[in-house]
T-cell receptor, first 114, second 114 residues
């Protein structure tokens, strides 16, 4: 069974640009969550999508957005990039939502903003 | 709001010695508790989880954790550490009302001495 796939693995962007990251969950999983990991702030929840609907959102500015497609694949978009957006972005997939379910993480996308 | 504290940023342990990582959480209701491990440049791997029932839970790689409601703690233990256990360990809390949102502690980096 394939794991969670995140593409691309590495990305370098310039301040002011926008970026789209992709996450393909484990087959049969309908929930996808996104996290930002930085040395200063640690792991922070961005948002969760379940059956194409945003279920929950973290405390991030509106520049961060996401969506989920009918095949459960998810994308997150960051517009008007800032240097502080440099981070490892992790995606996690789960079979269901509700909290008492195991989340499987991808290897992440390392975004560097210059 | 949920919060998680991992008091130890770094721990150094000799190979073969026992390991205990501390985790304290703050949440009003019964939490869902998790321990994850992250190797450099990688995603997160679930070691074990607690949803309800027996407060001593067994996980993969010989790890176990004990939920103590009175102390709001969920400490991770391993009787004998192997060099391959060197990594960063994260405690996380979830809740039914929060969907699959996880709140993570700051992490504990474990170094293993030969």
């Amino acid at each position: 069974k394939a794991g969670v796939t995140q593409t691309p693995r590495y990305l370098i962007k310039t301040r002011g640009q926008q970026v789209t990251l992709s996450c393909s969950p484990i087959s049969g999983h309908r929930s996808v969550s996104w996290y930002q990991q930085t040395p200063g702030q640690g792991l922070q929840f961005l948002f969760e999508y379940f059956s194409e609907t945003q279920r929950n959102k973290g405390n991030f500015p509106g520049r961060f957005s996401g969506r989920q497609f009918s095949n459960s694949r998810s994308e997150m978009n960051v517009s008007t990039l800032e240097l502080g957006d440099s981070a490892l972005y992790l995606c996690a997939s789960s079979q269901s939502t509700g909290g008492n379910t195991e989340a499987f993480f991808g290897q992440g996308t390392r975004l560097t903003v210059v | 709001a949920q919060s998680v504290t991992q008091p130890d940023i770094h721990i150094t342990v000799s190979e073969g010695a026992s390991l205990e990582l501390r985790c304290n959480y703050s949440y009003g209701a019964t939490p869902y508790l998790f321990w994850y491990v992250q190797s450099p440049g990688q995603g997160l791997q679930l070691l074990l989880k607690y949803f309800s029932g027996d407060t001593l839970v067994q996980g993969i790689k010989g790890f176990e954790a004990e939920f103590k409601r009175s102390q709001s703690s969920f400490n991770l233990r391993k009787p004998s550490v192997h060099w391959s256990d060197a990594a960063e360990y994260f405690c996380a809390v979830g809740a039914a009302a929060a969907g699959n949102k996880l709140t993570f502690g700051g992490g504990t980096r474990v170094l293993v001495k030969p």
